[in-house]
């Protein structure tokens, strides 16, 4: 029984080592190839997958890795072009301008990149913005995929408290920190209002002028377009929006190779095997990218059901080690968060500052990185953000909820018994006193001076300055650049390129990218893989989907104030 035993775990181990060397074995790739990239959904912001996640499947995209592999083509000689197949995207405006900048950097090394479209979700926004980027852009006939502008709706929960009998009470700093109106409000507030279209101005801005560009067309030329509107892709192709409605496969066979046949095509998943290092990337001076994803939380980072918590302790950890790391020359720390706990964004804060001591650290900013998220981001060297990156959000918030009416209802009787003025502060049995409120806004006001004045000293700008340019307000990346808070435009590849000029490394020289923090182990991964993340989401309305999806950071959060985002727009 023994010596059969062993002989089971000597054949699994010999089966994985076939896999290993499957998953690692470099493909052939004929001269005059076309890569093949699809490119859908929604993608997480996270180290290229190693090789636990490999060898079961993780379930998320990967934007790292997509980047990565849209790099290798645009240096790899065998592949002409790149058929960019895109599906219904759930990404922000920011992610979709990196991708674009991909595309960018194809064309610029001369490869032919073809974007094909499909789609029934009455949802094009998104989808042409990226597809647009491209030489040439196709649709599939039946596709409903409308350009017919931007929106953005707002939820408030302010009339669903007196039907429960709660009493939900709110103090923020300031007026523009609108992630108490949503708790508290029934309709939108005046300075509400006032960024909230700011901010749809300035997307609707760059999404005319980026497909303009493009097309060879004026912004007012695609906002005629919108309003006309341009609803199917007949539409599309009249206005000169799109090149064509063929079928994939008869696409794929209009590709012409060197020698006038049909080009060979090599499918993303194959391409991932094609090392970095055999295409002269991924090799010299090491630079450290560090990670910031999801609501900042203090204790470790891990995993709920809707997708990943920041730990202070996991993301100072990770820095302090590419910090003292001595192969390291420069850090990039890559921020996408909606904010969370005030002390854990500080503990992070300190880290980068820290770190920042003994080399350069450049923040990289991804769709959102805004209060807590942009705290963290305002010690550092140099700041990039998309255009359309949402940030800012200096302020702070503390909501408190009496469910003594509620608990009422259903039969349920409680007391406190206290010793102390204020030792019913937080008890969630009774509403703030005018004396309480006053005790917790000098709470929020202490919190909101720490912010900016450290916003002050990281950016070089005095503290009323931050005052006037924070007070809780949403900025775009393009915006915030024009305010100070930002100092360059653009995606990773501009923070890698910054991150090489601050230590010497000629703007040519390849980098070798070390991920932190460090992937987790076999274990850890299989249990994200087959119990964290199988449940499925309940098919729910859209409306409420948002709210569901704004409520979760405020969940993760720990009680106490918050440095949170309001609502996301969203680029559908």
């Given at each position: 029984m023994l010596r059969k035993k062993r002989w089971i775990f000597l054949l699994l181990v010999v089966l994985i080592g076939i896999g290993v060397v499957i998953l690692r074995w470099p493909p052939a790739i004929a001269p005059g190839s076309y890569l093949l990239a699809p490119i859908g959904g929604s993608y997480t912001d996270a180290p290229t997958p190693d090789l636990a996640r490999e060898l079961v499947g993780a379930s998320e995209k990967n934007l790292t890795d997509l980047l990565l592999q849209l790099q290798k083509a645009s240096v790899d000689e065998r592949l002409r072009g790149v058929v960019l197949r895109i599906t219904p995207l759930d990404l922000p405006l920011a992610q979709l301008q990196e991708l674009r900048g991909a595309v960018g950097r194809l064309r610029d090394a001369?490869?032919?990149?073809?974007?094909?479209?499909?789609?029934?979700?009455?949802?094009?926004?998104?989808?042409?913005?990226?597809?647009?980027?491209a030489d040439q852009v196709y649709f599939s006939e039946n596709?409903?995929?409308?350009?017919?502008?931007?929106?953005?709706?707002?939820?408030?929960?302010?009339?669903?408290?007196?039907?429960?009998?709660?009493?939900?009470?709110v103090e923020q700093v300031k007026e523009y920190k609108t992630f108490g109106d949503f708790l508290v409000r029934k309709t939108m507030s005046d300075a509400h209002r006032e960024m909230a279209n700011s901010i749809l101005d300035n997307l609707n801005t760059q999404l005319l002028r980026d497909i303009a560009e493009s097309r060879r067309l004026t912004p007012d030329d695609v906002q005629r377009l919108i309003d006309a509107p341009t609803l199917i892709p007949d539409d599309f192709q009249q206005a000169g929006l799109i090149d064509g409605m063929p079928y994939f496969d008869d696409l794929l066979d209009s590709l012409k190779g060197p020698d006038g046949a049909v080009a060979k095509t090599v499918l993303l998943d194959t391409y991932r095997r094609v090392k970095p290092t055999s295409l002269g990337l991924m090799q010299g001076p090491k630079v450290a990218v560090v990670f910031g994803i999801g609501g900042i939380t203090t204790g470790q980072s891990g995993w709920n059901a809707m997708g990943t918590t920041m730990g202070?302790?996991?993301?100072?950890?990770?820095?302090?080690?590419?910090?003292?790391?001595?192969?390291?020359?420069?850090?990039?720390?890559?921020?996408?968060?909606?904010?969370?706990?005030?002390?854990?964004?500080?503990?992070?804060?300190?880290?980068?500052?820290?770190?920042?001591?003994?080399?350069?650290?450049?923040?990289?900013?991804?769709?959102?990185?805004?209060?807590?998220?942009?705290?963290?981001?305002?010690?550092?060297?140099?700041?990039?953000?998309?255009?359309?990156?949402?940030?800012?959000?200096?302020?702070?918030?503390?909501?408190?909820?009496?469910?003594?009416?509620?608990?009422?209802?259903?039969?349920?009787?409680?007391?406190?018994?206290?010793?102390?003025?204020?030792?019913r502060l937080f008890s969630n049995m009774q509403s703030w006193t005018p004396e309480e409120r006053q005790q917790v806004e000098r709470v929020t006001?202490?919190?909101?001076?720490?912010?900016?004045?450290?916003?002050?000293?990281?950016?070089?700008?005095?503290?009323?300055?931050?005052?006037?340019?924070?007070?809780?307000?949403?900025?775009?990346?393009?915006?915030?650049?024009?305010?100070?808070?930002?100092?360059?435009?653009?995606?990773?590849?501009?923070?890698?390129?910054?991150?090489?000029?601050?230590?010497?490394?000629?703007?040519?020289?390849?980098?070798?990218?070390?991920?932190?923090?460090?992937?987790?182990?076999?274990?850890?991964?299989?249990?994200?893989?087959?119990?964290?993340?199988?449940?499925?989401?309940?098919?729910?309305?859209?409306?409420?989907?948002?709210?569901?999806?704004?409520?979760?950071?405020?969940?993760?959060?720990?009680?106490?104030?918050?440095?949170?985002?309001?609502?996301?727009?969203?680029?559908r």
């Open positions: 001369g490869k032919h990149v073809i974007a094909w479209v499909m789609g029934e979700d009455f949802s094009g926004n998104g989808e042409y913005y990226l597809a647009s980027a596709s409903l995929l409308p350009l017919i502008g931007l929106r953005s709706s707002h939820i408030f929960l302010g009339g669903m408290w007196d039907k429960l009998d709660v009493d939900m009470q202070a302790d996991t993301l100072t950890e990770a820095i302090d080690a590419a910090a003292k790391n001595e192969a390291i020359k420069a850090i990039v720390l890559r921020v996408d968060s909606p904010g969370g706990s005030a002390l854990a964004s500080d503990l992070i804060w300190h880290a980068v500052a820290r770190a920042k001591r003994a080399k350069p650290v450049i923040v990289s900013m991804s769709g959102a990185a805004a209060s807590g998220g942009y705290y963290i981001a305002a010690g550092a060297t140099k700041i990039v953000a998309q255009p359309a990156t949402i940030t800012g959000s200096i302020g702070i918030v503390v909501s408190h909820a009496n469910v003594q009416g509620l608990l009422t209802k259903l039969g349920i009787n409680s007391e406190t018994l206290h010793r102390g003025q204020y030792a006001e202490a919190l909101y001076q720490t912010f900016t004045r450290k916003v002050a000293a990281g950016r070089s700008l005095d503290v009323e300055a931050v005052d006037r340019i924070g007070r809780g307000r949403v900025w775009t990346g393009e915006q915030a650049k024009e305010l100070g808070l930002v100092d360059h435009l653009g995606g990773m590849d501009t923070a890698i390129q910054l991150a090489k000029e601050a230590v010497g490394i000629a703007p040519g020289e390849s980098v070798t990218l070390v991920y932190y923090p460090k992937p987790q182990g076999l274990l850890t991964t299989l249990l994200e893989r087959f119990i964290l993340r199988s449940a499925v989401p309940l098919p729910l309305p859209q409306p409420l989907q948002d709210m569901v999806a704004h409520l979760i950071p405020f969940m993760d959060a720990p009680r106490g104030p918050l440095l949170m985002l309001p609502a996301l727009p969203r680029f």
